[in-house]
């Protein structure tokens, strides 16, 4: 476990802290000087090919359970078992285990010196695998590789896990020297040749050659048999390139953001995951990786993946070339890397996964395992085609970025201790497009002062129904603060045949409300009245198909989320929210801010009225669009839109600047309207009451 320079230690414990929200779990993170494996209904062993990994594996031998293999050698580590401990017969004799006569004959060769180990071709893994109960890989790799070694016992293949991190990626790179013209490309982790350094740093000099801009940094503890400075001087790299040596994991995260292009190579492999590079894909970056082992199953289109071979240094210099010359196919390209991570890799999934297995193989029940066919591989003449899907795919970014644009993706909240951030949890299938409503269905039931502001908030009505779920004679609907706006069109346009609508006021009062429509249509309601963020909802358990909360929240005092813990309560199973605020994270509002301004969309206090007359409610909070899919999930909901668009009818070409300015330093333009509009669909009990994000 940490503090271990280790990835696998790092990996534990982000599985440990999800695992432990669904098992009884105990966790070893070291020697135990007392384990009575009769106390547990099954063991679990993280398994790498290091030292730090002994006891594990001595563990794991003694008492058998689930081994998790994070590569498929563990050759390494049964060195350091045996020889390490003068202990040469035991190397010997494991050597004879795990590969016969032969395998026998070059160990004496290598007890007398004449040789080294052949780490490579003996992999050492036969002995653990006989004896695990069930085995976990993170890839269909490193399981086809433990069958090849003889093992037929249950296997899972579990994807390795992944952070979706926050971090400040300006701040980092100002203090590293950069501007914005840098394009800079990182590789992380211990640097050593197998990770394809030489290569990578030979390419990198063509890269310098058409890109004077071009700037690199390696970040990890170096090799002490690999001349990496030395190679940098004789490359003539010293001004290009800096080795940045070992740092804590929350430098390491900030220095993955700062990059433009990661660069995660390495050749041989024993079909190790990496965890820096389920980051740099959590935090949206361009990455590059070999074609080999477990990285040759990631899908093509959220990687460039570089053949290892003898043009391996020149398609490494045509993909980085071609990632710096068109920064807008890196974007893609690392927004679909984090979609990704985001809807596979989730540490959730993971745990639930882990969970599901470990109590197949406790109680017996667990399928054979089935080894699936290798991926195809990529080769250097798909340079052009990788090329073409990224455009294609960034032309289809472009499309969907229109005046109500693409689905928001975000993260959950961090572990204890790290700074609450409000980035990514659940990806978000782009929803359908919705069926466009003519304003006049709304607008038949407006007096002439109703008919001037909605000429003012036209975007806003009509888009809201668009969203709205239509209903049927059998389904009801409860709009929020309902103005009596478009509650008509609920029912006459959206086909609900049950119409409620509640407001702000003294709890216990019901108005009845009555309009008539220009054509002579009648629609009558009852609106109740209470505190939403305080008063018990006048309402049965599920008694509503749908609820409408459109421009309320970002007037609530004190505790919004007992505004969406009741509206969950008096939601049916399946059904839908619809919740519309001001964007705090728009165009305009990035533009108040630089200019000096306030960057809230209606900061204003409200001047006293005159006795008797109602008093509008202030802004007390505005949000920003993964606040509200924050908001949504912790509440129990699904999230089916997130997109915002315009709010007033108020064109802004003069905010164009704005945008160039998103653009120059690859900052997300997605999701920057004047209003946010957000559907969710029930699907449970709320999560979380107290989300740290929202309260201190």
Known sequence: ????????????????????????????????????????????????????????????????????????????????????????????????????????????????????????????????????????????????????????????????????????????????????????VGVFGFIKPYKRIAESLRAFRRLVRVEPNARMILVGEPHPEFPVEQLIRTLGLRDHVRILGFVPIEKFVEYIAACDIILNLRFPTVGETSGSLTRAMGLGRAVMVSDVGSFSELPDDICLKVPVGIHEEDLIFEYLNTLVMRPD?????????????????????????????????????????????????????????????????????????????????????????????????EPVAAAAAPEPIDPIVFETWLSPEGKSYAAHHKSRFVHTLEITPPGDASQSILEMGAYMQITPALHHELGYGYVRGCYYGPEGRIDHKSLVAETGETFECDVDHFDAEKHVYPYADEAFDTVMCCELIEHLFEDPMFMMSEINRILKPGGHLVLTTPNAGSLRAVSAILLGYHPAFFPAYIRPRKEGEEAEARHNREYVPMEVQHLLTDSGFELVRLETGEFLEEPHPELGWVTHLLHRYKLSHNLRGDGIYAVGRKAGPIKNRWPSWLYS
């Open 1 to 184: 476990m940490p503090p271990s320079k280790s990835g696998i230690a790092d990996y534990s414990a982000a599985l440990a802290d999800e695992l432990s929200k669904r098992v009884d779990l105990t966790v070893f993170g070291s020697e135990p000087k007392s384990f009575e494996a009769s106390a547990f209904d099954i063991s679990l062993y993280q398994l790498g090919n290091n030292p730090y990994h002994s006891f594990v594996y001595e563990g794991a031998l003694r008492y058998p359970g689930v081994a998790v293999m994070h590569e498929s050698n563990l050759h390494h580590l049964v060195t350091d078992l045996t020889i390490r401990r003068g202990d040469w017969d035991a190397y010997v004799e494991e050597c004879a285990f795990n590969g016969g006569a032969a395998a026998r004959e070059f160990a004496l060769r290598v007890r007398n010196l004449e040789i080294g180990p052949d780490y490579d071709g003996l992999p050492m893994t036969r002995r653990i695998l006989q004896s695990s109960r069930g085995l976990v890989a993170h890839s269909q790799f490193v399981a086809r590789e433990s069958q090849g070694q003889g093992y037929e016992g249950p296997v899972a293949v579990i994807p390795h896990g992944a952070w979706i991190p926050a971090a400040d990626r300006h701040a980092t790179r100002h203090l590293l020297g950069l501007e914005d013209q840098h394009t800079l």
């Open 329 to 425: 196919l890196a974007l893609a390209m690392g927004a679909r890397a984090k979609a990704w991570v985001e809807t596979e890799c989730r540490w959730d999934v993971v745990a639930d996964k882990y969970a599901d297995f470990l109590e197949q193989v406790a109680t017996g029940r667990v399928a054979s395992f089935v080894p699936v066919a290798a991926s195809v591989v990529t080769t250097a003449a798909q340079v052009a085609e990788a090329v073409a899907d990224f455009e294609e795919a960034t032309a289809e970014a472009t499309t969907a970025e229109a005046t109500m644009d693409a689905p928001l993706l975000v993260e959950d909240e961090p572990p204890a201790g790290e700074e609450a951030d409000v980035t990514e949890p």
